[in-house]
Structures are given as C-alpha cells and as structure tokens.
C-alpha cells in the first residue's frame, strides 16, 4: 500500500534526491568509489560542497557578505554556539515553545537573557504580538516556525537589533528577506536534507566581536575558508548530508524555486486546514492567524475526544504515517514540508471526511 509520510524529521525527501544519493554511494561522480567510501578532499567533492553553496544563495538570494557553511550537531548544538559568537552582555529571545525555550537555557550560560514575548500561558497555540524588542541587547532570537505547536512566524520582521533565526523546520518553505537577519540557521532533517548537515547562513562583518575566547569548532569564522574550496572544511564535513541537501535543492530549483515552493505549500496547508475547520470531529490547536503552512495540529473535536485512537488506527490503514502529535499537545500533527506531496495531504482529507461519515 502507498503510504503518507507526515513524519515531524527526519521526514519525506525528494524521490530524486534519494535516487541520486542510492547512486552516489554505489559510485561517486564517475570515480569508481562511493560516497561513503571517498576523501573529502577528493576534487569531485569539493564541486559538491561548492554547487551545495552557491545553490543556497541563488534559491534564498543570499546577498556576498553573508557565509553559507553546513556544520554538525544539529540546530541544538547552534543554540549555544550562537550565544558563544554573538552574546556580550544580554540577548532578547521569544519564547514560542521547546525549541525556543531550549535556545533560552543554552543562552543563559553565556549572559542575560530577556525573555521579550512567551506564549507559555496558553501552551505555545500562538505567536506572541505587541512586545517590545530591546535596543541594549545584543540581538533577538526567534524561531520563525514551531514545530511542535504548528505556529509560524510568516513574514521577516523588523528589528532595530541584530536578528537571529531558527529556521530549522520552515527553511526554503518561503522566500526570505535575508538582509533582516543577522544569522539564520537549522539543521537539515526537516526541509532540506537528512539529519547530520546543520545550516549557518551569517553576516561576516558581525563575527569576532565578542569578548569570550572560543574553541576553534565553536567559533564560525573557522568555518569560512580564506578561500570559497575551504567554506565547511575544517573538519570533515556531514558528507552524506550534504549530498542530499545538494540534490534536494536541485529539486526546489527544478519546481521553479522557493516562490513556488511557497505557493504549493500554502496550496497543501490550506486544503488540510480547510478539512479541519469544516470536519465536525476535529479542530485544529494554533490560532488560525499563526498557523503554521508545515506542521499542521488538530485533535478530536470535545465530543468525539473518545474516537482518537480509532482515527489513529483508521489513518494508518489508510497509509498514513507519522500523524501522532508531539505529546505536549496531544492528538494529530501533519508535517507537509516542501517534499511532502499534494496527494499525500488529500489522502489524509479524504480520510478524515471518510472517518466523519462512518463516526460523526
Ligand atoms: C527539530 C528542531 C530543532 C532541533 O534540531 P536538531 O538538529 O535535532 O538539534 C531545533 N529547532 C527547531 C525549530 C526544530 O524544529
């Protein structure tokens, strides 16, 4: 039976992207040796590293004063990287579920945190509005989308301080005003790639300004080569990750790139929301104006709360995989990152208007 992916992350891939990685480790780039198996510094792959870069600053418009490098240790590793390189004195973030709290704890090792904005009294169903960012801070965190509670901050605000971005679930999703941010940064395993590549994109001119020694791995101007051959390379870079991440964005480009992207993806989000808000047995959990267009969150509706495990089981024989919610909210959760098909979110439709018809 076809199944569904709507797995959180890691999570569906381009068929493309996975064809050509299967080759790949079979041979690498014509050499007769496969991917797992070749240098880092073997010619071929440094063009891979290169093509991965210059792919990111053509889909995102990444403007030249701004490094693009692929890191390991996932975004949670960044968490205190970032405070590392960026925090003096005092940072302001909001706080609009886990992933945002976790970045807080992580900043809290290196100075003062100012929490500006939290939407914990209502379990993260929406996004904070009508804070105030302080201008004596050194910059504010966000996390543009939250994964866990499907809101999404979806346009690129404006800040009278140096912006900072965890866009690990939401990247390539939508165009992106780059020159608003200061850094931005994710791991690979939700929009463009499997886990192990984690995303830097940084304003150069903001580096090496903290006061704070750094450990060489710590530190992001290690990672930007004097030379473009040399960006990612100081150690050996995710490879495998990288790889995928490359032929994932060739896909993103070959559907016409991430205005596209943007448009089918709202495409996706709107279908499923429009199900959910007409359904009689289920209701979605963000406040419809922050919903987010990537990770969908419904439960059963108050009078139906005793047919979720039914639903669960039904959605399943129906090929569905991976719709059971992050256990803080509960209920469902539909992840339709930009590789998750059209079809895929009908078919979760139709099985929710079937499942009406024999239950509601
Ligand atoms: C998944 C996720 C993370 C954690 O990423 P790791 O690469 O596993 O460390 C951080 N932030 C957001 C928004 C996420 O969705």
């Known amino acids: 039976m076809k199944k569904h992916n709507f797995n959180a992350g890691p999570c569906v891939l381009p068929k493309p992207a996975i064809e050509a990685t299967i080759e790949a480790i079979r041979d690498f780039d014509n050499t007769g040796i496969g991917l797992l198996e070749i240098s880092h510094r073997t010619p071929g792959w440094e063009k891979v590293m290169a093509e991965t870069e210059q792919l990111w600053r053509e889909l995102l418009n ?131 790639g499997p886990a192990g590549a984690t995303f830097v994109i940084v304003r150069k001119d903001l580096l090496a300004k903290v006061q704070r020694k750094l450990p060489s791995m710590v530190d992001y101007k290690t990672h930007i080569g004097a030379e473009p051959r040399d960006n990612s390379m100081f150690n050996t870079p995710p490879v495998i990750s990288v790889f995928v991440m490359n032929q994932t964005l060739k896909w993103v480009k070959s559907l016409g790139g991430v205005k596209e992207m943007h448009k089918l993806n709202q495409k996706k989000a709107e279908l499923l929301y429009n199900e959910i808000d007409r359904n009689k047995m289920f209701v979605g959990t963000a406040v419809k104006e922050d919903r987010s267009i990537m990770n969908v969150c419904f439960v059963m509706a108050e009078q139906y709360k005793d047919k979720e495990a039914d639903f669960m089981e039904f959605a399943k024989k129906a090929g569905m995989v991976g719709i059971k919610g992050h256990r803080s909210v509960g209920g469902f959760r539909a992840s339709i990152y930009n590789a998750c098909p059209l079809e895929s979110v009908q078919a979760l439709v139709d099985c929710m208007k079937e499942f009406e018809k024999l239950h509601g």
Not at 91 to 118: D, N, P, R
Not at 138 to 152: R, V
Not at 170 to 185: C, E, G, L, N, Q
């Open 62 to 192: 990444i403007p030249e004063e701004y490094a693009v490098i692929f890191l390991g240790g996932g975004a949670s590793t960044q968490f205190y990287t970032l405070a590392a390189n960026f925090l003096n004195k005092k940072a302001a973030y909001l706080e609009t579920g886990v992933w945002a709290k976790k970045a807080i704890k992580e900043a809290k090792l290196y100075g003062e945190v100012e929490v500006v904005g939290s939407s914990a009294d209502k379990n993260f169903t929406y996004i904070p509005k009508g804070y105030t960012i302080p201008t004596d801070v050194d910059y504010f965190h966000i996390t543009t989308n939250n994964t866990i509670y499907g809101t999404e901050i979806k346009t690129d605000i404006d800040s009278p301080v140096n912006l900072i971005a965890d866009m690990s679930s939401d990247i390539m999703s939508r165009p992106v005003d780059i020159k608003k941010y200061a850094m931005i940064y994710g791991g690979a395993q939700k929009n463009v």
